[in-house]
């Protein structure tokens, strides 16, 4: 009897395999079972730990997610949700980003908004939310399909716990910013995970490629960025496998060779097709929703950088890299034990993807080489573009790095660990434990670490005060000192963002009728003179000029405030 060849990480189905064979030879002989009760008993005490631990995660990510200042970015956005959620649905008369999140972020902003109220710390709760349901969805990704030819009950355990410890300790700062706070691609993961957890749980049947085409026209109408990071992978990947299959049949030869291997993988067929059209109906619907008096996107700002500056690039997106895994030397000595710690988990993962990629023709799992090529892809594209001319903070743009390393490691190393440990000495057995448990340890220590620093305020909360108890409630100023006022001080000021060169309008996640001069008033203007980039901001000084002769003038800290008896917004023109 010839075992079944796996095309699509599942065995293929045939009534006259015994279970074992159907399982690709990895399934555990049955165990004798105890009263009919105990299986069931035990399933819900592992659900009801599954639970407590995604709880216990959301209340660690919460604080964690407290450490890292709320800004205009996730200030914006609330005030997106906040608009959603009082009818204006497809944002009429907003600019956004170059990354709408109409589809993911946005309703669930609008969400938890209903449930707390437009307040800066409803961002650090869907941050903590973010990063739990990414975490939980790629445990579940690693474990595979027991019994399915892809994870025996044996492998599964391993699987799901290297994957959770190499994501679930993120690093204080750039890593924070990232995973938990910034309003990036890290939330996309999320929708990207339950593609792959189609493809990988469901058999091959028709509605497979269909519920993965609305899965990800779905996401990308809110990033385009999985362009890069979803459907050119699944597309390469279904190509490469059917390619394959193909050159193998023609070296066998025989009548009508090529239309039994496209009949025999018409499922890796359909599923390229249904992203490739996946790719031009997300188009469609972002145009009928402009069409419809929405909002109104950037370009992305998508640009290749001079062949001498890459090298610059591959460092600093090299940083950004170790920051997503926690290990970014930095900090003080404790944190910076933590991030040597963390080199372990960085190892771990180039291991997963240099085994994958020796082999990659005849991998046999389609799972593990669409997240190979997606970090492949993914990180080959930013380096040499001027989205790497910035800081580590942009390692947001390669975010899904992390959770699909980690499943990658999840998948690709466990069985083989396991495996070898079976046919070790007991000494060796307990050293590995030993080894295991205290990597464990120290990523759960670190997480701990992480959530005991104290919380911080959000950006500007003393700019925030200072013209709530001058009765200064409209103005205007830059970017990173507008709308995080705003939320910050629910309300009680309003501050637009102007470009410094001319003082018209910012429209980068902005409404056009906030610069309305007939209903709205702004009599002061802010300038930042502290250092970096969320905080330095001074107009120019023909622009400043051009406004006339202040009232009055406030030094607070590096802020200056400055008064006048007139409507600003007059003089800035129409958006």
């Known amino acids: 009897m010839v075992a079944a060849v796996r095309r699509s990480g599942t065995p293929e189905r045939s009534s006259a395999l015994p279970a074992a064979d159907q399982a690709g030879g990895d399934a555990a002989p049955a165990e004798p079972r105890g009263p009919a009760g105990r299986p069931a008993a035990r399933r819900l ?23 890292y200042p709320e800004n205009s970015d996730e200030s914006n956005d ?15 008369g907003w600019y956004l980003s170059d990354v709408s999140f109409i589809t993911t972020e946005l309703p669930q902003y609008l969400m938890l908004e209903r449930l707390f109220g437009l307040h800066t710390d409803t961002a650090h709760i869907a ?9 939980v969805l790629a445990v579940l990704l690693a474990r595979g399909r027991a019994g399915q030819g892809q994870a025996s009950a044996r492998e599964a355990a391993p699987r799901m716990l290297l994957t959770a410890g190499l994501m679930f300790a993120p690093q ?24 792959w957890l189609v493809i990988d749980r469901l058999r091959p ?16 109408v809110a990033d385009p960025l999985v362009l890069v990071v979803g459907i050119i992978p699944l597309v390469a990947v279904c190509a490469m496998r059917v390619a394959r299959e193909l050159s193998l049949a023609q070296r066998r030869g025989g009548p009508g060779w090529v239309r039994a291997s496209l009949r025999a993988h018409w499922y890796e067929l359909s599923l390229a097709v249904a992203a490739i059209l996946a790719a031009g109906l997300a188009s469609v619907v972002s145009r009928l929703l402009r069409a419809s008096g929405g909002f109104l996107l950037h370009p992305v700002p998508y640009q290749l950088a001079p062949v001498h500056t890459w090298p610059k690039h591959a460092w600093v997106t090299g940083e950004g890299l170790l920051a997503l895994f926690g290990a970014k030397p930095q900090g003080p000595a404790a944190a910076l034990a933590f991030a040597l710690l963390h080199l372990a988990g960085v190892a771990i993962v180039a291991w997963a993807m240099v085994r994958v990629a020796r082999h990659f023709y005849s991998w046999p799992d389609m799972i593990s080489q669409i997240l190979l090529v997606v970090m492949v892809i993914n990180v080959v594209a930013y380096v040499p573009s001027t989205l790497a001319d910035a800081t580590d903070l942009n390692a947001r743009e390669f975010a899904v790095v992390l959770p699909f390393g980690a499943v990658l490691a999840g998948r690709t190393l466990a069985p083989g660990l396991v495996a070898g440990l079976r046919g070790a000495s007991l000494r060796r057995r307990r050293a590995a434990a ?21 919380s911080v305020p959000p950006a500007n ?17 830059g970017y990173w000192e507008s709308s995080v006022v705003t939320v910050g001080s629910d309300g009680a000021v309003t501050i637009r963002a102007v470009l410094p060169g001319t003082l018209r309008p910012d429209l980068w996640e902005a409404k056009g009728s906030w610069y309305d001069s007939g209903p709205n008033h ?15 901001w001074q107009p120019s000084p023909a622009a400043l000029a051009a406004l006339g002769r202040p009232a009055r003038t406030y030094h607070v800290g590096p802020y200056s405030v400055y008064v006048w008896n007139k409507n600003l917004l007059a003089g800035l023109g129409r958006p």
């Open 45 to 67: 005490l592992a659900a009801a730990a599954a639970v407590l631990a995604g709880a216990l995660l959301f209340v660690g990510y919460l604080q964690v997610s407290r450490t």
């Open 78 to 92: 609330l005030l997106m949700a906040w608009d959603m959620l009082h009818g204006n649905v497809l944002l009429h």
């Open 127 to 135: 941050a903590a939310m973010t990063y739990t349901l990414v975490v």
């Open 172 to 195: 204080l700062g750039v890593g924070v910013f990232v995973l938990l706070l910034s309003l990036g691609h890290i939330g996309t993961a999320v929708p990207l995970l339950l593609t």
């Open 205 to 220: 049947r028709w509605p497979v490629p269909v519920i993965v085409g609305l899965l990800l026209i779905w996401v990308l």
């Open 434 to 454: 030993l080894l295991a448990g205290a990597l464990l340890a120290g990523y759960g220590a670190s997480l701990g670490y992480a959530a005991a620093q104290p």
């Open 461 to 477: 909360e003393q700019l925030a005060a200072f013209l709530a108890a001058h009765h200064l409630t409209s103005g205007i100023g």
């Open 522 to 536: 702004a009599t002061f203007l802010v300038t930042d003179s502290a250092p970096g980039f969320f905080n330095h």
